[in-house]
């Protein structure tokens, strides 16, 4: 699929009157499966990848050749619009927005979020007047070639301060990111305040509110348009690797391979038009 059908695609799910859930892939099994699943676009998820290479997340220790290129990855095996979670945008600059833009479209992504930290553990977010500076860089690169999500993560930096994100959320939807997203929102009313306050533009929720996960139709009855789980199902799946681990150190080798998902499963879903028929 071309870089601006996939687009196209991906704004089409935000403008249509009901939300929708991206689940975030890492691989090209976890990609195709998900795409089996129904779902209609994938993310990538900087957790994943950080992990997936042995790396931490956050700290600026994958690069955007990396991250760009797992979401190629996962387009091309489920034919499916794809999201990069693509951090703080590779630097501190607005320039260095810009540049992640041009690389995300050159990959083939329909989407790319830009976040407001520093990957600094001393000082986790930018200020918020270089914050929507970069925001409104990488904005005015991203009109209509692909989709830009303005991403604060107050919540999740130990800056529990719901007035300065609906601020930051505001200013970056006026800078020109087509989707706001503050993940760990503590509960359904800051849920609730933050979908008001950037209306009409979209909002992305990760699973639901800090204070534990929420059925899909309570966040949709919210306005939620969009529901990302971040590292959530790679988490997932390393729990049951641990737990297959553990059967395995205690030599019970049926409990650690079942069930299993038989190979020829996977094979015939990334066979050539398996996962994009």
Same mark, same amino acid.
């Given at each position: 699929?071309?870089?601006?059908?996939?687009?196209?695609?991906?704004?089409?799910?935000?403008?249509?009157?009901?939300?929708?859930?991206?689940?975030?892939?890492?691989?090209?099994?976890? !990609?195709?499966?998900?795409?089996?699943?129904?779902?209609?676009?994938?993310?990538?998820?900087?957790?994943?990848?950080?992990?997936?290479?042995?790396?931490?997340?956050?700290?600026?220790?994958?690069?955007?050749?990396?991250?760009?290129?797992?979401?190629?990855?996962?387009?091309?095996?489920?034919?499916?619009?794809?999201?990069?979670?693509?951090?703080?945008?590779?630097?501190?600059?607005?320039?260095?927005?810009?540049?992640?833009?041009?690389?995300?479209?050159?990959?083939?992504?329909?989407?790319?979020g830009i976040e407001d930290t520093t990957a600094d553990p001393a000082r986790p977010i930018h200020d918020f007047d270089h914050a929507v500076a970069r925001v409104r860089a990488a904005a005015r690169a991203a009109k209509g070639r692909i989709l830009l999500t303005g991403r604060t993560d107050n919540f999740l930096h130990g800056r529990p301060d719901l007035d300065d994100t609906i601020r930051r959320l505001v200013a970056f939807a006026d800078a020109g990111a087509d989707v706001l997203y503050a993940p760990a929102l503590p509960d359904l009313d800051?849920?609730? !305040?933050?979908?008001?306050?950037?209306?009409?533009?979209?909002?992305?929720?990760?699973?639901?509110?800090?204070?534990?996960?929420?059925?899909?139709?309570?966040?949709?009855?919210?306005?939620?348009?969009?529901?990302?789980?971040?590292?959530?199902?790679?988490?997932?799946?390393?729990?049951?690797?641990?737990?297959?681990?553990?059967?395995?150190?205690?030599?019970?080798? !049926?409990?650690?391979?079942?069930?299993?998902?038989?190979?020829?499963?996977?094979?015939?879903?990334?066979?050539?038009?398996?996962?994009?028929?």
């Open positions: 699929m071309r870089q601006s059908d996939a687009h196209e695609r991906f704004r089409a799910l935000h403008e249509a009157p009901r939300g929708f859930v991206m689940p975030n892939a890492w691989d090209g099994a976890s !990609a195709v499966l998900l795409k089996q699943a129904g779902f209609p676009a994938l993310g990538t998820s900087s957790l994943a990848i950080a992990f997936a290479l042995g790396r931490l997340d956050g700290v600026a220790a994958v690069s955007r050749e990396m991250a760009c290129a797992n979401g190629t990855l996962l387009a091309a095996v489920s034919g499916l619009p794809v999201n990069g979670d693509l951090e703080d945008g590779f630097g501190p600059d607005p320039r260095h927005c810009v540049e992640t833009v041009e690389a995300a479209i050159a990959a083939g992504l329909a989407g790319l800051a849920i609730r !305040a933050v979908v008001r306050a950037v209306a009409p533009k979209p909002v992305n929720v990760l699973i639901g509110p800090a204070s534990g996960p929420m059925p899909l139709a309570t966040l949709l009855e919210l306005g939620v348009k969009r529901v990302s789980l971040g590292g959530a199902l790679y988490r997932r799946a390393m729990a049951g690797l641990a737990d297959a681990a553990k059967a395995m150190a205690a030599g019970d080798l !049926a409990a650690a391979v079942a069930p299993a998902l038989p190979g020829k499963t996977i094979a015939a879903l990334l066979a050539p038009g398996g996962a994009r028929a």
